[in-house]
C-alpha cells in the first residue's frame, strides 16, 4: 500500500533524538532548531518523559472516559499552577485541530450565537471549522466554507471596531494566535489583544486564545497572550503540551458552565497522554524552562538583528521569525542539507525557529555561527563571477 502523498519530504531518515539533536540512518548528527514543528518543548526523549510514560505503561495506558481517570485531575492541577489559571476548567483532546473545533463549539454552546472572527494569515487547524476559521483557501474543502467565519486584518484594530459597531451582537468568539506561527511569526500588539478583550466583554463573545504554537512557555510566559496582561475565556493547547506525545486541549474559564455530554472524545485524556504531559510540566517547572525561553529568545533575537544578510528579525522568547531576502532564499535548505541544522519555514521566504525551550547557549551559539557561514557561502561570488569580475576591472 502507498502512502497518501500529501508531505514535501525532507530527504532525511531521522533514526534517533536527544534534547536538541536528532540523527540520520548513517549516523550524522542534525541541530534541531525547529523541535519538530514546535512540539519538541522539554527535548528529544528527556528520560524524566521517557520513564513516566514508561512506568504509565506498566500500570495502565487507556481507558475511556467512562469512568474516573485521576491523573487527569493530577495534570489540572498542575496546569492551573504552571499557568496561573487554577480556576479555569480543563478539556483534554488529541491535537491543535481538536481543540480549537472544541474550542469553537463551546464558544457558540455558550453564547447561543453563530459568528466567528477570526483573522487573516491565521493558522487553527485542518479539521471542519478549525480550517474554516484558517485563512488558507486551498485546504478549506467545499464542504469546510461556511459564512459563520469573517476575516479581519491582523493587528487592525480600526477594522476591527467598525466590525463589532454593525456586527458585535452576532459574535459568538474571536480566535486569535497572540503570535501567528504559520503564518510567519506575527506578533499581535498589547492593544490589539486587549481591544479584543474589550469588544468581547461588550458584545457578550468570547475571546479564544489559540496558544496552540505560541503557548506552553515557548513565548517566554504560558501563554503568549499573558504579555498583554488580559485572560482569555478558553485557551487552546498541543504542540508542546507532550514533547511529541499526542495530547491537546483547552482551558475553560468559570463561569462558562459544563453539562454531561456537551463535549466528549475517546481518546482524549488517556491515562498514558496525561502521563507524558504531566512529565512535561513537572520538567518545565523543576528546570525553570519558561524564563530559559525568555532568556535564550532575547539572546538569539539580539544576535540575528546584527545580522547581514536576514531582514525583519522578530518574536518573543523562543518562538523567532525572519525574512530571507531573494538572493539567499535556499538558505533553508542549505542550512539542513549541508549544515545539517533543521530549522522551520513560512511561506514565502521566513525561516521560523522554534527549538526546544532547553536548547543550550552552546547549541545557540553553533547554530549562530553557522547560519553565518551559510549566509556568507551564498552570498559569496561564484569561482567563475570571481573571475569575470577581475577581467572587468583589469580592462
Ligand atoms: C496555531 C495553531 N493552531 C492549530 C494547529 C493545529 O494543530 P494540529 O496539527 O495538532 O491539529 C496548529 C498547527 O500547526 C497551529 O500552529
Redesign the pocket.
Known amino acids: 500500500m502507498k502512502l497518501f502523498d500529501v508531505y514535501p519530504l525532507n530527504d532525511v531518515t531521522i533514526t534517533k533524538a536527544q534534547g536538541s539533536y536528532v540523527w540520520d540512518e548513517n549516523g550524522v548528527q542534525y541541530l534541531d532548531l525547529y523541535g519538530g514543528?514546535?512540539v519538541i518543548s522539554i527535548g528529544h526523549t528527556h528520560p524524566h518523559w521517557v520513564k513516566r510514560i514508561e512506568d504509565q505503561l506498566e500500570k495502565i495506558a487507556f481507558y475511556s472516559n467512562s469512568v474516573r481517570i485521576p491523573i487527569q485531575q493530577s495534570l489540572a492541577d498542575k496546569l492551573g499552577s504552571l499557568s496561573g489559571k487554577d480556576n479555569y476548567q480543563l478539556f483534554l483532546v488529541?491535537?491543535?485541530?481538536?481543540?480549537?473545533e472544541n474550542a469553537l463549539k463551546l464558544a457558540s454552546f455558550h453564547t447561543g450565537k453563530k459568528k466567528i472572527v477570526a483573522f487573516n494569515k491565521?493558522?487553527?487547524?485542518?479539521?471542519s471549522l478549525?480550517v474554516a476559521a484558517?485563512d488558507n483557501k486551498n485546504i478549506v474543502a467545499p464542504v469546510n466554507e461556511t459564512s459563520n467565519i469573517d476575516f479581519l486584518p491582523f493587528n487592525d484594530e480600526a477594522a476591527l471596531k467598525e466590525y463589532f459597531q454593525t456586527n458585535g451582537n452576532k459574535v459568538a468568539a474571536v480566535i486569535v494566535?497572540a503570535i501567528?506561527?504559520?503564518g510567519g511569526i506575527n506578533v499581535a500588539s498589547e492593544s490589539f489583544l486587549k481591544l479584543i478583550r474589550n469588544l468581547c466583554d461588550a458584545n457578550d463573545a468570547l475571546f479564544i486564545a489559540?496558544?496552540?504554537?505560541?503557548g506552553y512557555g515557548r513565548s517566554g510566559k504560558f501563554f503568549a497572550l499573558d504579555y498583554a496582561g488580559v485572560n482569555a475565556d478558553i485557551y487552546?493547547m498541543?504542540?508542546g503540551m507532550g514533547n511529541g506525545f499526542?495530547v491537546?486541549g483547552i482551558l475553560i474559564a468559570p463561569y462558562i458552565q459544563p453539562k454531561h455530554g456537551l463535549l466528549g472524545t475517546t481518546f482524549g485524556g488517556n491515562h498514558l497522554a496525561c502521563a507524558a504531559a504531566l512529565a512535561v510540566l513537572e520538567v518545565i517547572e523543576k528546570d525553570n524552562l519558561i524564563e530559559m525561553s525568555k532568556q535564550r529568545g532575547m539572546y538569539l533575537i539580539n544576535k540575528l538583528k546584527s545580522f547581514d544578510g536576514i531582514e525583519n528579525v522578530r518574536g518573543k522568547g523562543l518562538m523567532i521569525g525572519f525574512d530571507v531576502p531573494e538572493d539567499i532564499k535556499d538558505l533553508r535548505k542549505k542550512l539542513l542539507m549541508d549544515y545539517f541544522i533543521f530549522t522551520g519555514e513560512a511561506k514565502p521566504n521566513v525561516i521560523r525557529l522554534l527549538p526546544a525551550l532547553n536548547i543550550t547557549r552552546k547549541q545557540v551559539d553553533e547554530f549562530l555561527d553557522t547560519l553565518n557561514e551559510a549566509i556568507e557561502e551564498m552570498k559569496a561570488p561564484a569561482p567563475n563571477e570571481e573571475k569575470e569580475e577581475a577581467l572587468i576591472n583589469e580592462n
Open positions: 514543528h514546535a488529541n491535537s491543535g485541530a481538536e481543540a480549537n491565521a493558522f487553527h487547524g485542518r479539521t478549525a484558517t494566535e501567528q506561527g504559520v489559540d496558544e496552540v504554537q505560541c487552546t498541543a504542540k499526542p491537546g
